[in-house]
Each structure stands twice: as C-alpha cells, then as structure tokens.
C-alpha cells in the first residue's frame, strides 16, 4: 500500500512538472486522476499478459492518460495513440503531445462513423470518461464503431460514473440534479448528460459482439472529496468497509472490460418490463456485473 501511494505521488510530482497538474487540481490528480487511469492500465495489462500492445485511448484533451500510461508502462509495451473530432482539434493539441509525448500520435475519429477500410486495428480502446458526455442514442453506433477498431480478442475499457452509484442516488432521493444541461463544452462536446449501469454498459457490448469480460466498482469521484475533507475522508473509510463491501454496486464509478471474439451472450430481456418481479431485474442486474 505504501509503494502505491509513493508511485502516486511520484506521478503527480512528474504531472507537475510537466504542467500538467495545476496546484489547484492536486486533489483533483491524486485521488481520482492517477488512481483512475492506474486502473485502467491493470486493466489492460491484466487481459493482454504478454507482447506489444497497441492502445487506443478515445480522446487526448489534455494528454493525462497517455502520459501516465506510458509512466506505468515500465516494459515499453503499450504504443498510444489519442483521437480527437476534428482535423482542426487535432492540430490544436499537437503541440501540447509532442511537448510531452514525442512521437506520439493524435488522428481524427467519428465515433458514430463506421471505421474506413484498411484503418488501424487496436489490442485496447480506451473509453475513458467519455461515454457520459455522449447522448444515448448515439451508444448503440459508437459500440459497433469501437468493436470494429478492435483486433480479435482486443479488449475495450470503459471507465464512467456508476448510474447506481451512492452519491447519485443520494443526490436524486433529494431532487438535487446529478445530470448537467446539455449546453456544448469548448473541449468536452456536451458535459454529463448521460450515466450508465454495469447491465446498460454489458448489454451495449454485447449487442456490438463483445462479451463482458469483467466489471469493477470504484469510488474515484470520492477521492479529491475526501482529500480535501477529513469528515469525508472518515465517512470513505467507513463506507468501503461496510456498503462498498455488501453492495459494490453501488460504487461512484464504473470500470468494464468488454472483449471482441468468443461466444457473446445475448442482451438481457427482462429491464424496461412492468411484469417482470423487483428480484428478477435486481438478479439480471447482479449476473450482468458478475456479481451472481
């Protein structure tokens, strides 16, 4: 435990100095950033144990992920390239990868666009806090696009806030609003104008032809919280040794695994119908995110 948290601080520290973590966002980068894409990056390395990976991380922004990814990357086996919309984002943010990753490559992609013959095929795609700016009804198209980027038995990797997630759910019983208006961000598109269950998350896979490879509750959004509070940080504490362990559904964030190749379970059939039973969609719920 110690050894991780140095390696965070040591992160944030090389963050810093590339300016990447403003003073101001040390919370912001400690609690919720590093442990987020240190994530994903077990995660990749996890279901591709051995060789070269090419990974595609969905969206460069401000070139965080990449960066730590090729910090974890000890071995030199991970090749990253990031995408942007369009063209002219593209040569916006090149001068920012170049400064901090050079060589490293930023194409356009249409997410909603089918991927043009002969494109690039990728061991992982990272979907990294992305599909809850994105409307729901463009989900189904960007499924089907990723799963064609995919090289067989690649893996994508989503990371999103939990649409059961405490926080959330506390938020709505109060009739607080934990959805934001759909009003275009300069460098987001939409903001959080979508959340998403591990079952919704599955069954989008699945009906793209990729199987549920493994579905993770985490409580990232908690960490700068906690950070920055010690009544918080208690409360954290408190929590993942109680709720978090009975009900892990109910974490603030999502991490799921889906693979292309293999048998794909079909979609679940019981949500969204009134003569299902509570204990019936809840059993759905609990076999979609592996927790039977």
């Known amino acids: 435990m110690a050894a991780a948290h140095f390696d965070v601080l040591a992160i944030s520290a090389r963050l810093t100095v590339v300016g990447l973590s403003p003073a101001a ?6 609690g919720y ?3 987020r894409i240190s994530a994903i990056h077990r995660a990749v390395t996890t279901f591709r144990p051995s060789g070269p990976i090419a990974v595609l991380d969905v969206g460069f922004l401000n070139g965080r992920v990449p960066y730590v990814l090729r910090l974890l990357d000890r071995e030199g086996r991970m090749s990253v390239t990031s995408t942007e919309r369009d063209e002219d984002t593209v040569r916006n943010v090149m001068p920012a990868a170049e400064r901090l990753l050079p060589g490293h490559r930023v194409v356009t992609l249409d997410l909603t666009d089918a991927p043009r013959p002969g494109a690039p095929r990728y061991d992982a795609v990272i979907l990294g806090e992305v599909l809850e700016h994105i409307s729901a009804e463009h989900l189904p198209a960007v499924f089907r696009v990723v799963a064609g980027l995919l ?22 019983a109060l009739g607080a609003d934990f959805l934001h208006d ?4 300069p460098q987001m598109g939409l903001p959080h104008v979508n959340l998403l269950s591990a079952r919704l998350l599955t069954d989008l896979g699945k009906a793209a032809g990729l199987s549920p490879a493994a579905v993770e509750f985490h409580d990232f959004t908690s960490g700068p919280r906690a950070r920055r509070s010690r009544a918080v940080a208690l409360l954290q504490h408190v929590r993942s040794r109680t709720l978090s362990r009975a009900l892990p559904q109910t974490g603030d964030d999502l991490l799921v ?3 292309r190749g293999g048998p794909t379970p079909a979609p679940s059939a019981v949500f969204g119908r009134l003569d299902v039973s509570i204990r019936d969609s809840l059993a759905a719920a609990r076999a979609a995110a592996g927790l039977r």
Request: glycine share 6%; no cysteine.
């Open 25 to 30: 966002d040390d919370d912001f980068i400690v």
């Open 182 to 185: 759909p009003l275009a961000h």
């Open 257 to 259: 695994v889906l693979r």
């Open 33 to 35: 950033e590093i442990p």
């Open 151 to 172: 090289e067989d038995d690649g893996v994508l990797i989503v990371t999103t806030p939990n649409l059961h997630g405490l926080v959330y759910r506390v938020r709505h």
